[in-house]
């Protein structure tokens, strides 16, 4: 047990970019989620995928936000034209596919529009 | 609609003291209610949580948490607190098969323990 890695830990791009991160989660993990935090704020949910059919997504995913996850491995998380509204932690989290469980958390990656 | 609310931003407490970490539910049905906690730099963290059965849960580090129905609380709490307990708590209710069963988070509360 590896863990949830989630990569970069840190991006810093300019309002306009495109942006993508990644998140490998515990292996056999069914499940996968991605949470926004901003600064004093829990967590707020994004998007959750059983295996590699994304099954859910909040209102907060606008059009310019997109996620992946390909034959239910890894996935990816990608911000296209940046703004600075977007500056946040990007956290991924895992779990089996079992209700009540735990998640598992990655460290996050820092995204930083200018 | 269903929420947990921690009606405190910080807490402060003198080492070697005890704690209590203050979150209120509003969730329908029976509540799957958990404690996270988040360390500087470091990933959320597990602590406990309450799905059924006896009303006082124990977690990790020492830490417990009683789930009161009648005043719809879950309040986390630990007999003496120690300096490394300093971290951001969250309470956190998980949500139905809509949502994949995410988990959705209170805003927080700062605990300090001072030495």
């Known amino acids: 047990d590896t863990g949830v890695s989630q990569d970069p830990r840190h991006k810093i791009t300019k309002r306009g970019q495109n942006v993508t991160f990644r998140c490998d989660p515990i292996?056999?993990?069914?499940?996968l989620y991605w949470y926004r935090q901003t600064l004093g704020q829990g967590p707020e949910f994004l998007t959750y995928?059983?295996?590699?059919?994304?099954?859910?997504k909040s209102r907060l995913l606008s059009n310019r936000f997109s996620a992946e996850r390909p034959k239910g491995s890894f996935s990816t998380l990608e911000i296209q034209r940046t703004e600075q509204g977007d500056s946040a932690m990007y956290l991924c989290?895992?779990?089996?596919?079992?209700?009540?469980?735990?998640?598992?958390f990655g460290s996050g990656t820092q995204l930083s529009v200018l | 609609a269903q929420s947990v609310a921690q009606p405190e931003d910080q807490v402060n407490v003198a080492e070697g003291n005890p704690l209590t970490v203050k979150c209120t539910y509003s969730?329908?049905?029976?509540?799957?209610l958990f404690w996270y906690v988040q360390y500087p730099n470091r990933g959320l963290q597990f602590l406990l949580k309450?799905?059924?059965?006896?009303?006082l849960v124990k977690g990790s580090y020492g830490f417990e948490a009683e789930f009161n129905k009648s005043q719809t609380s879950f309040h986390l709490k630990k007999p003496s607190a120690l300096v490394s307990d300093s971290a951001l708590y969250f309470c956190?209710?998980?949500?139905?098969?809509?949502?994949?069963?995410?988990?959705?988070f209170g805003k927080g509360t700062s605990l300090l323990v001072t030495p």
């Open positions: 989290a895992s779990s089996p596919s079992i209700l009540e469980e735990k998640l598992f």
């Open positions: 292996s056999e993990h069914n499940r």
């Open positions: 995928f059983q295996n590699e059919a994304q099954l859910e």
């Open positions: 969730v329908s049905g029976n509540p799957y």
């Open positions: 309450y799905i059924t059965g006896d009303n």
């Open positions: 956190v209710y998980q949500g139905g098969s809509n949502s994949g069963y995410a988990l959705n």
